[in-house]
């Protein structure tokens, strides 16, 4: 492990930071040294981890990876880059509200889907069933997989070398890992070349992302299931929290035509729980005392989140999600479909390593359990559409289902 050889210039501060924020002048470093790292100009080092994420062909291509529906009925659903998009501006407004470092916040968001396979979670099940025996997949640790390693656009160094607090934030983004024994093999070899402190929480900018991710996806895929007709505002309305913001706005807006109500409610469902999360956080340091980043790793529990009673409500509403969008019986069955897609391309990859890109050829490991990774790296790193067409280059067209993707 190199710390950075010289202090990346971090510019002029835009509001008030906290003294708890993270600091780029204090960063940890990069896990590969970068002599002369400022003289690209007045970016901090987490505006560098931002842009280099931001400018990655990994992260261009989640706008062909499905966020929820796994073939798209139209160009106006969310897909894994879309869906990044906005949980970074939830993020920010967050982050700015608390006096955090908005850059570190930022490229956490932007970057925490990068490691989704394609399909959805549907193509996570794929490879981890493809990869059983060999240590499985994780999309999460993948994420850092493919920011660490596989994407690698620099002549020095492998992977994009973000900063330690980006890819601690990354490693953390479902919270502390107590037991090394249960870490996905991707992470524990990471952890091991550039240890992110795994038993301890993560940095509030880290604790903030991962609750933007929450805010952002229980509502925004409420507009989304609305779309698809996988639900209805009835069922909505009968959870008592969704209806009191409902009566609200039909107050607000009387004789309003009801989608852009619709999408008014998505709107104050998030300035609802955004709210909360900041008056909760707020109150959580101030009872906890706390005065600098580390305190916040030092916590022993989460900083960042909802009040108890709208996390009970985010909960409630989560769980509807799954039983009407999430495990739709349409959707159900276009992800077993895709399941079995990504099946049967591991396997072609796996029987016959020359149908493999050549790049991917000459890189291919000669022994297991590497062998069978290198294949999994390949097929994580398609989209929707290019998976397609390999598996119709191989096996003909796919079920109609999926040929619209």
Known sequence: METLAAPEHQGEAIGYRARYAADPVQSRGREFGEPGGGVRGPRSAFQRDRDRIIHSIAFRRMKHKAQVFVAPYGDHYRTRLTHSLEVAQVGRVIA???GLDEDLTEALCLAHDIGHA??????????????EGQGGFDHNA?????????????CTHEGLNLSWEALEGLAKHNGPVADDKLLPWALDELNTAFPFDLGRWSSLEAQVAAVADDIAYDNHDIEDGLRAGFIGLDQLLAMDFIADQ??????????TPR??????????????MVNDVIAETKGRIADAGIETALEVRMAGHALAGFSRGVGAAERVLKRFMYDNVYYHPAQKRTADLAVDLLKKLHEAYSADPSLLTDDWQAALPETQPARARHIADFIAGMTDRYAIRRYTDLFGAPPEELSNV
């Open 259 to 272: 989608e852009r109500l619709q999408r008014e409610l998505v709107r104050s469902q998030i300035g609802w």
């Open 142 to 154: 993948h994420t850092l997989r493919t920011l660490m390693r596989l994407e690698s656009p620099y």
């Open 118 to 131: 394609p399909f959805g979670h549907a193509g996570e099940t794929a490879l981890d069933h493809a990869l």
């Open 246 to 255: 409902w009566r609200m706005i039909e107050r607000r807006f009387p004789g």
């Open 96 to 98: 700015r509200s608390l």
